[in-house]
């Protein structure tokens, strides 16, 4: 009888553990699955933020450049180059 006992303690024991190896398992596999999503939104971060950079170096190097001076000049202070007429289309 006290054998009898003991073999339904030890089930009992073995399979409380089981359960909690379980829930040990799926409460890591959503940490892991969170981390992986973190690290994606951080990548596209990174991968923004070295878009970015690219294009500050661009506009560093090419500063003095003809062109970009004169593009600077047309869309952002409005400069033309005398008789020449801007039309806008103030339709739709």
Not at 7 to 36: F, M, N
Request: net charge negative.
């Amino acid at each position: 009888m006290k054998l009898k006992r003991s073999g339904i303690l030890v089930r009992v024991v073995i399979l409380a553990l089981v359960v909690y190896a379980c829930i040990g398992i799926v409460s890591v596999r959503t940490q892991v699955e969170e981390a992986r999503l973190a690290q994606e939104d951080l990548q596209a971060a990174v991968n923004a933020a070295a878009a970015k950079n690219a294009e500050l170096e661009y506009q560093i190097t090419h500063a003095e450049d003809d062109e970009t001076i004169e593009d600077i000049a047309r869309s952002k202070l409005g400069l033309v180059y005398p008789g020449e007429k801007i039309f806008y289309d103030v339709g739709g």
